[in-house]
């Protein structure tokens, strides 16, 4: 049990950060849980419904609200719960994308601000991966820094295919990520950590913060999803590791992004 939530079955939450829960769903997708306030939580692209209701349900005392849904973008492994969570609790959808998300209660925009609770949540646009691809950053509470919720825009080491958009906009997305504070953890839609940092080191094969990188992630590999299994990353280390990141402009960006495709 950590911090009042119980393991289920052979996809444990794992946490991470205080009040915020980290739920698995099909193969290597990131669902996550949190909490707003007392006795009031939101969830993050919840591509199945289960894990959120096993966790909802096995919590430790009475279980929280869930009021609210955050969703990245329309792919069915990041929204494909939402209905079922909707229809069973009520709560509100909230989207980048009126048109391809169902049960949408409230649109978002670039730059817009919501609070959900004792958090402060920011809206930033980041199409690339998708037209409509939002991030959100959330401060307040005990969130420290804040967090970055990047769907399929950023990952650890990595960035999101490009399927609707240019290089050029998505270089343009992740230099907006960049520009938040160093401290800020990033929670990615996806787990593609070691397969971003065996790119990255064919890229640079002698980087020794890469190095370390890949030995930690394999080794935390073998041991599973049980704790003390870390999600995410800081933006400070991403700045210095992911080559997307440090690309010096959009056309090596692009040129990356190719061979990533490739790799």
């Known amino acids: 049990m950590v911090d009042g939530w119980m393991f289920l079955g052979y996809k444990p939450p794992v946490q991470n950060v ?14 996550y849980l949190v909490e707003s306030s007392p006795g009031r939580c939101f969830v993050v692209d919840p591509g199945e419904a289960e894990p959120v209701f096993d966790a909802l349900e096995n919590r430790v005392g009475t279980a929280p609200t869930l009021t609210h849904i955050l969703t990245t973008h329309h792919h069915a492994d990041h929204t494909g719960g939402v209905a079922a969570l909707k229809q069973r609790t009520g709560c509100k959808v909230i989207s980048p994308d009126a ?4 049960g949408l209660d409230r649109l978002v925009q670039d730059g817009e601000l919501i609070k959900l609770g004792d958090l402060h949540i920011r809206c930033i ?69 070691e397969e971003n940092v065996r790119f990255a080191i064919t890229l640079e094969p002698d980087n020794k913060p890469l190095q ?3 030995s930690e ?15 995410g990353s800081m933006l400070g280390e991403e700045k210095r590791i992911n080559p997307f990141l440090r690309a010096k402009d959009w056309q090596a960006f692009t040129s990356l992004r190719r061979k990533k495709d490739l790799f």
């Open 212 to 214: 370390k990188k890949l």
């Open 99 to 102: 048109k391809r998300i169902a």
């Open 18 to 31: 205080k009040n915020i829960t980290v739920l698995t769903a099909f193969e290597d997708n990131y669902i």
């Open 217 to 231: 992630v394999q080794t935390q590999n073998q041991r599973g999803h049980g704790p003390p299994y870390k999600v």
């Open 125 to 193: 646009a980041t199409p690339g991966h998708t037209t409509t691809s939002m991030c959100y950053f959330v401060t307040g509470g005990s969130l420290g820094s804040g967090v970055l919720f990047t769907g399929d825009t950023l990952f650890v080491c990595g960035c999101g295919r490009l399927f609707e958009c240019s290089g050029q906009t998505m270089f343009e997305s992740l230099q907006k990520l960049a520009a938040l504070p160093d401290k800020t953890l990033v929670y990615p839609g996806h787990d593609y950590t």
